[in-house]
């Protein structure tokens, strides 16, 4: 059983998307050390995200739990669904080259824990709903390494990025100046498919590696928490092995 999130010190955390329109969430937070903020997905911040965060925390992280929808401790994908086509202010799920107002919002989240800890910047995780964050939060300053897990968004369309051109040079810049981040994908995936993958290898790679692309063998989609396999040699575990001992070498 994971530390349930009673045992995670918890505060509200408000700032302004690019639109001006202030948006605010409850964060928890547990553990010391290296800082690494983990993004819920769609399912929600259920035991198998819990099992993650520990995960962390057992090798000297302070995890960064945002909540940004749906029940904590258990997953709800049908519900959820329905609460983020309704947060219309934070989610634009099938918005095509421009990211949901959110990500603003996860930006200040990275440079806030940043100053609060005193570390030289933090990690991230993304994952499905939420993959294309992870890839967007790397323009941040405060931001040093990120793995983006089976990005989907912009949902039903595999051949655009949730995030403008604009932000891919930006992007494209910081790691140029940090080193590469990584993604990761199920090869059988069909929420995140080989088409979407193409498009992030041409947008980001075009002259250079900026982001490591992981391919899993099987057709699962959550390659950290639903679909992960905690078994030495399994896809997953090396999955999770990497993502871990590359952070550890972006945050020293």
Known sequence: MPTQISAYAKKEFTAHSSEGKPLSHDVYERGKGKVCVIIQELPG?????????????????????????????KT????????VFCMRKEFRVFAKNESSPIVDWLKALCKKVKEENNVKGV?????????NFAISLMAE???????ASQPAMPFQTQNALHMSEEDVT????????????????FEKDKLCTAEKFDLINRKFNDDKERIILHELPG???????????????????????DVMEYFDDQLG
């Open 170 to 185: 930006k992007i494209k810049s910081k790691l140029d100046v940090v080193g590469p981040m990584h993604c990761g994908r």
């Open 141 to 147: 300053d405060a931001v040093l390494a990120g793995f």
């Open 45 to 73: 911040i259920g035991q198998e995200t819990l099992c993650l965060a520990d995960t962390f925390v057992e090798r000297g992280y302070k995890v960064i739990l945002p909540h940004l929808f749906g029940p904590i401790g």
């Open 76 to 83: 709800s994908v049908a519900s959820n669904l329905f609460r």
């Open 219 to 241: 057709k699962g989609h959550s390659i950290l928490t639903i679909d992960f396999v905690d078994e030495a040699g399994h896809p997953t575990k090396k999955a999770l092995e």
């Open 123 to 131: 990690a991230v995780i993304g994952m499905c709903l939420t993959g």
